[in-house]
T-cell receptor, first 115, second 114 residues
């Protein structure tokens, strides 16, 4: 079975632009989470979506938004890009959003560079 | 809120030597504990996890970790490292009630030298 897939793998944008990153979860997984990993740091939680509803949000500005589609894939949108948004964006999926232990599988990420 | 502190940002070690990567965490509620490995330009791969029960957990690639509740620590160990273990290692915690949000440390760069 395919793992978590993210597209594109690399992206270069300029300040002020908008970007959309995409994630396809493992088949059967209904929960998707997004993380931002700045160089030299650990991943920081941005959003969790479960059954197409936002279930959690990290400490990120309103420029960051996301949504989940009926097929459980997800998009992360970032508006008015800043240099500090340069990072590896990771998507993770799990079977359910709540309940006892659920394995969380990570994609290889989208590397976003802001010029 | 939860927090994770990885006590060493870089750990250089010679091949076939033992290694320990240290992790302390803080949480007022019960959490699951994880170690992940990240190779360049890749995502996170789960090495091992502590959910409950035995405090010594074994993972892939010969790694193991010990959960110490009184010291709120979850240190990762390997008795003999290989060149291929060179990578970034992340300790993470997750609330047992939330499958979607993990809190990570800032990582430890393990460099294995010949």
């Amino acid at each position: 079975d395919a793992g978590v897939t993210q597209s594109p793998t690399h992206l270069i944008k300029t300040r002020g632009q908008q970007v959309t990153l995409r994630c396809s979860p493992i088949s059967g997984h209904k929960s998707v989470s997004w993380y931002q990993q700045v160089l030299g740091q650990g991943p920081q939680f941005i959003f969790q979506y479960y059954e197409k509803e936002e279930r959690g949000r990290g400490n990120f500005p309103d420029r960051f938004s996301a949504r989940q589609f009926p097929n459980y894939s997800s998009e992360l949108n970032v508006n008015a890009l800043l240099l500090g948004d340069s990072a590896l964006y990771l998507c993770a999926s799990s079977p359910q959003g709540t309940g006892l232990y659920q394995p969380q599988h990570f994609g290889d990420g989208t590397r976003l560079s802001i010029l | 809120a939860q927090s994770v502190t990885q006590l060493d940002s870089q750990v250089p070690v010679f091949e076939e030597a033992p290694v320990e990567l240290r992790c302390n965490y803080s949480s007022s509620v019960s959490v699951y504990l994880f170690w992940y490995v990240q190779y360049p330009n890749q995502g996170l791969q789960l090495l091992l996890k502590y959910l409950s029960g035995s405090t010594l957990v074994k993972g892939i690639n010969g790694f193991e970790a010990e959960f110490n509740k009184s010291q709120t620590s979850f240190h990762l160990r390997k008795p003999s490292v290989h060149i291929s273990d060179t990578a970034e290692y992340f300790c993470a915690v997750r609330l047992i009630t939330n499958a979607g949000k993990s809190t990570f440390g800032d990582g430890t760069t393990l460099t294995v030298k010949p």
